[in-house]
């Protein structure tokens, strides 16, 4: 069946890096654009980065333009986010998405906290 699970959340001091990893199975992996997507309690999820589905375009939230980098490794079935430069304001839960035209599909999550 189709999964994302995601990866390589965790708690991490400002200023610090993290690399999350969404690991996919069950669907045509190479088809699809990728994005990571954040949400915190009481307020609308929020999109970080996109990738297509070739690698060659990216696209970032002005928040994170210049800290975060998305990439993908279409051998490994694999999309990562790279995390430089952490702010409080980045600590949610940060979710993968799979889409190629009306399907979709979503990870889990996985926590990420930036707290001294």
């Known amino acids: 069946q189709v999964q994302l699970v995601e990866s390589g959340g965790g708690l991490v001091q400002p200023g610090g890096s993290l690399r999350l990893s969404c690991k996919a199975s069950?669907?045509?992996?190479?088809?699809?654009?990728m994005s990571w997507y954040r949400q915190t309690a009481g307020k609308e999820r929020e999109l970080v980065a996109s990738?297509?589905?070739?690698?060659?375009?990216?696209n970032y939230a002005d928040s994170v333009k210049g800290r975060f980098t998305i990439s993908r490794d279409n051998a490994e079935n694999t999309v990562y986010l790279q995390m430089n430069s952490l702010k409080l304001e980045d600590t949610a839960v940060y979710s993968c998405?799979?889409?190629?035209?009306?399907?979709?599909?979503w990870g889990q999550g996985t926590q990420v906290t930036v707290s001294s």
């Open positions: 998405k799979a889409q190629w035209g009306w399907a979709h599909y």
């Open positions: 069950g669907f045509t992996f190479s088809i699809y654009a």
């Open positions: 990738i297509t589905s070739g690698g060659a375009k990216t």
